[in-house]
């Protein structure tokens, strides 16, 4: 089976910039995309951000020209940039893969972002 597990998250200031990692174990041979959703505590999961394997890319509005979604299909890495980071910001990332043929469906453990002066 194929997974995927964040990294990156942490303490940050309002303003600054934090990478988080969606690292894809395995090879994937069918189509498939890769998301990125947050949640904070006591809201539901939100939608952040999506990159398919043929590198088409949704970002949602409430983050568009502050996040942006990326591929390395070499280090079958996904990267989600966040850039000029505000306290509404902070909640747990997770990075989430389907493989719509397969109906295969899995979530990453998450990683805390908390941008606090």
């Known amino acids: 089976q194929v997974h995927v597990v964040e990294s990156g998250g942490g303490l940050v200031q309002p303003g600054e910039s934090l990478r988080l990692a969606c690292e894809v174990s395995?090879?994937?041979?069918?189509?498939?995309?890769v998301d990125w959703y947050r949640q904070d505590p006591g809201a539901e999961r939100e939608f952040v951000a999506r990159?398919?394997?043929?590198?088409?890319?949704t970002i949602a509005d409430f983050v568009k020209g502050r996040f942006t979604i990326s591929r390395d299909s070499a280090k079958n890495t996904v990267y989600l940039q966040m850039d000029g980071l505000q306290t509404e910001d902070t909640a747990v990332y997770y990075c989430?893969?389907?493989?719509?043929?397969?109906?295969?469906?899995?979530w990453g453990q998450g990683t805390q972002v908390t941008v606090s002066s």
């Open positions: 990159v398919t394997k043929d590198n088409r890319i």
């Open positions: 395995g090879t994937i041979h069918n189509f498939y995309f």
């Open positions: 989430r893969l389907q493989i719509p043929i397969t109906s295969y469906d899995t």
